[in-house]
């Protein structure tokens, strides 16, 4: 049922069904795609998944603003905010790999609230509302009791320019018997950490619309979320943040003090 003043956590995973489908129908050799300047790629497929969000939020919720990775709609003074990322590891998406995903949040007073990710290759959807738990796929979901880093797997990303050094992390987990892995996609390591699949993700991004959600589902899952130097996680006005850590909890401290070390 829609609620009167923000989409709850089922109408999130009914436009995240929608923009499953759109990946699916693209998911073909030879996609065509654009360079961003940030020398990103961008296909035709994030467009439409990113304006069907906003045309579907203008008509049920106009008092809300919408900021997607490639387009927005701003209401000013909004009390609610949705952050899209219609897909989430455009690189491995057009190049016939499948690892990436739909991402959504509703904010409230730059708290996230209600997330969705959905994976539209293994139809998995993981789903949170603040103080609910997690669901994969309708049934709830914790992250894993691994009480140390050894035998873990964390997912790491970075790129020329990003902030940290997080190059030299990863040999620190090799150290430590642990493997790390890079997907060109971050939003699906959250739904894997909540589920107890995945150890932890730490990633440079400096925007939120991935973030946001990552964080609910995980800590909603009983893990832990901070930025990469072990702050609590703050979406201000500008929804630049300082990267992110996420995990299973046990781990995190560890994790923390080998990405300051790098620095």
């Not at 994030?46 to 387009?71: C, F, K």
């Amino acid at each position: 049922m829609k609620t009167e003043h923000f989409p709850n956590q089922t109408q999130l995973v009914g436009m995240a069904y929608q923009a499953g489908e759109i990946m699916r129908k693209a998911f073909v050799p030879g996609m065509k795609r654009e360079w961003k300047e940030d020398h990103t790629p961008l296909t035709e497929s994030d467009m439409a998944i990113n304006r069907l969000v906003i045309a579907q939020l203008e008509r049920d919720y106009p008092h809300i603003t919408v900021i997607g990775e490639e387009e927005s709609r701003i209401v000013e003074d909004s009390e609610y905010l949705v952050l899209v990322d219609p897909i989430d590891g455009t690189i491995p998406f057009c190049q016939g790999i499948p690892a990436s995903t739909f991402c959504i949040s509703v904010l409230k007073n730059g708290v996230s609230i209600v997330a969705v990710i959905h994976d539209p290759y293994c139809n998995r959807t993981w789903s949170a509302e603040k103080g609910r738990g997690t669901m994969l796929n309708g049934e709830p979901v914790r992250v894993s009791e691994h009480g140390t880093l050894a035998q873990s797997t964390v997912s790491i990303m970075w790129w020329k320019g990003s902030i940290g050094n997080l190059n030299k992390v990863c040999d620190e987990i090799v150290e430590s018997n642990a493997k790390w892995l890079n997907l060109c996609s971050v939003a699906i390591a959250g739904g894997l950490i909540a589920s107890g699949d995945l150890a932890a993700s730490i990633f440079p991004g400096q925007k939120a619309w991935e973030t946001a959600a990552m964080q609910l589902l995980v800590e909603e899952a009983g893990g832990t979320a901070t930025d990469l130097y072990g702050n609590k996680l703050v979406y201000g006005k500008d929804l630049k943040i300082p990267g992110h850590i996420m995990s299973n909890g046990p781990i995190h401290d560890e994790l923390v003090a080998m990405v300051n070390r790098s620095n």
